[in-house]
């Protein structure tokens, strides 16, 4: 597994940004199948769910970003996004995704983070 994250970056509050997270080389099925998520962590404080997707079941989100932040999968790219809308500064943070693969067990897989930056 290897996940491999994009799409960071600065902007002002009340911009938005999309983060991108893809394994090229994951069997079509693993990936589907999969339970994806985006996760952050704000300097000082703890690693925290952002949005989750489990195959193509209803997205979940923390309540700190729900009805701002979508989560969706393209499943034939091997791609999870997350797309952030109406950011405000306490969005700032890494960004970090995840994916848990029932060929591999309970295993969690991270990409590596990427930081976005909101400024007011």
């Known amino acids: 597994v290897q996940l491999q994250a994009s799409g960071g970056g600065s902007v002002q509050a009340g911009g938005s940004l999309r983060l991108s997270c893809r394994d090229r080389r994951m069997i079509f099925s693993t990936f589907r199948d999969s339970t994806l998520g985006w996760y952050r962590q704000a300097p000082g404080r703890e690693r925290e769910l952002v949005a989750s997707?489990?195959?193509?079941?209803?997205?979940n989100y923390a309540d700190s970003v729900a009805g701002r932040f979508t989560i969706a999968r393209d499943n034939a790219k091997k791609t999870v996004y997350l797309q952030m809308n109406n950011l405000t500064p306490e969005d700032t943070a890494v960004y970090y995704c995840s994916g848990r693969f029932a060929v591999y067990g309970a295993i969690v897989y991270w990409g590596q983070g990427t930081l976005v930056t909101v400024s007011s």
């Open positions: 997707m489990i195959g193509s079941g209803i997205p």
